[in-house]
C-alpha cells in the first residue's frame, strides 16, 4: 500500500507519512513517561540548568580525550548544533591540563558546495566553527595535532570511514534536527525505488558517509538558526557522517536543549527508539538498534504538545 504524502514537502519522505497512531501515541507524552522510556541500550536523562546540562555535555569530550594514549588513540565525533558546549570544552582542556596528542576528533558534516565541501572562509563553514569556538581557544602546548582532525571532505570519504576502524570513537554526539535526523542523516527524496515507500531499515543502515541532498525543512531550520531566515543562502546539499560511522562509535549521546527541535519532535523521537518502531522517514528512529543510546534534555524545555493561540 502507498503510504501518505507529506504535510511538509510532498516529493520527500519524512515523520509525516508514518500511522497517525505512533504521532498521536508520542504526542501525548509527558515528562514522566519520557523518564520511563529508558530501557537497556537506551536511557533518557533529564537536566534542570542549562549549565548542568552545557557542561555535562562538554564533560563527554573530557571523558572520551582522556582515555586516550599512544597505542590506544581514542576520540568524540561532535556536531555544529549544540555549539553551546565547545568554549567549555576548551576551558576544561586548559583549566585541568588535559594533553590532547593522543586525543581524535571527528566534525559530523560539512557543507557541499561546487562539488567540494564549503571552505573554511565560508561563513557557514562547521571546521571552522569548530576551531573558533574550540581548538583555537586551547592552549598550543596542549593542542590536538592538526593530522588528528578528521572532518569529512568530498574527495577522502572513504578515508574518513576508515579511521573509525583504526580510532575508537568513544562517544558520538548531536543534536536532532526539525526533520528527525542526526548529522544530515535526513529522509531521501521519494522518487525511483523510493517513490512509494521510504528505504527499509536495512538499507539506510548500509550507508556511510556521503553527500547528500538536504530535506527542505533542513534548509529552513538552518536559515533560522544560523543565517537570520536567509534561506537561499543555504548550501542544498551537505557531507555527512552515516549510519555506518555511527554503529562504530561505542556511545551515541543526543543532547536536547529546546532550540533545535520542538515539543513534539522531542517525544517522538525517543517513543520510537524505546518501542523500537524503526522507519527511515524519521532517521533518528533507526537508533533503536544501536547498543548504546543516550537522549539528554533539559528538562524546563519539553513544554507539552497542546494548542496554544498567540
Sequence with gaps: MTRKTSM???????????????????????????????????????????????????????????QATSSNPVGICGPIGPTEQL???????????????NAHFWGMDEWYINGREAPESHPLSFARADKELLFNR?????????????FPKADSLAEYTASYDEIKCAVMQGGQGDVKHWAFNDPVKRE????????????????????VNL??????????????GYI???????????????????????WQAGMHDNAFGMRLTPFMISKKIMDSSVPMSLLADHPNVVFNYFR???????????
Excluded at 525505488?193 to 553527500?211: G, V
Excluded at 530535506?215 to 537570520?228: D, E, F, K, V
Excluded at 548550501?235 to 562504530?248: M, N, R, Y
Design 300 to 310: 524546563p524545555c519539553l513544554g507539552s504538545v497542546k494548542v496554544e493561540m498567540h
Design 87 to 101: 568554549p567549555l570544552v576548551a576551558e576544561l582542556v586548559n583549566s585541568l591540563d588535559i594533553s590532547l596528542k
Design 232 to 254: 537561499v543562502g543555504v548550501p542544498q546539499q551537505a557531507l555527512t557522517v552515516g549510519p555506518v560511522e555511527t554503529w562504530k562509535s561505542d556511545k551515541v549521546s543526543i
Design 138 to 150: 586551547i592552549k598550543p602546548e596542549l593542542r590536538m595535532p592538526d593530522e588528528n582532525m578528521h
Design 8 to 66: 511538509l514537502a510532498k516529493d520527500w519522505w519524512d515523520y509525516t507519512t508514518l500511522d497517525e497512531k505512533i504521532l498521536e501515541d508520542a504526542a501525548k507524552l509527558t515528562e514522566k513517561d519520557l523518564l520511563e522510556l529508558s530501557r537497556p541500550g537506551f536511557k533518557v536523562v533529564f537536566y534542570e540548568t542549562l549549565e548542568s546540562f552545557y557542561l555535562a555535555e562538554a564533560l563527554e569530550y573530557i571523558n572520551a580525550w582522556k
Design 192 to 211: 525511483g525505488k523510493y517513490a512509494d515507500n521510504p528505504p527499509t531499515p536495512e538499507e539506510f543502515r548500509k550507508l556511510s558517509a556521503r553527500i
Design 215 to 228: 530535506h527542505p525543512i533542513t534548509l529552513a531550520q538552518n536559515a533560522r538558526t544560523s543565517g537570520g
